[in-house]
């Protein structure tokens, strides 16, 4: 059972889960206050659904990074600042709002991977 863990929750990078983490936290104080604007208290469900789309949003943002990258392959586009923020905005949204549908597939996937790679050796590097 904790090689399922560390092959799935333990397979993006430290520094990978940690960025988007925060942009996942961001996306959550945006969720509470949305949700408790007006004096309104928060339900249960409201506030578990936060939680949840938090701890999972790398994983959804792993997924949707992923599935873009091999559409759009190694091509650079320029555009102005103010829309390719907005743009990054609504995709962070988006996968938030969707982390708990989206995230099992990337979980999967890198158990997938890691389960793939167990018996290969990194080969050494020449001196």
């Not at 018996?119 to 020449?126: I, K, L, V, W």
């Amino acid at each position: 059972m904790h090689t399922v863990f560390s092959k799935t929750f333990g397979g993006l990078s430290g520094q990978y889960y940690f960025r988007h983490l925060f942009f996942s936290l961001c996306m959550a104080v945006l969720a509470f206050f949305a949700q408790t604007r007006g004096g309104a208290s928060i339900t249960i469900g409201g506030l578990l659904f936060i939680v949840i789309n938090t701890l999972l949003y790398p994983y959804a943002r792993f997924v949707y990074e992923s599935v873009v990258g091999f559409i759009m392959g190694d091509n650079v586009f320029y555009v102005r600042a103010s829309i390719m923020l907005f743009v990054k905005f609504v995709t962070m949204t988006i996968c938030w709002s969707l982390a708990l549908v989206v995230a099992p597939i990337g979980l999967g996937f890198l158990y997938y991977h890691h389960s793939k790679n167990e018996g290969e050796q990194p080969p050494s590097q020449a001196l």
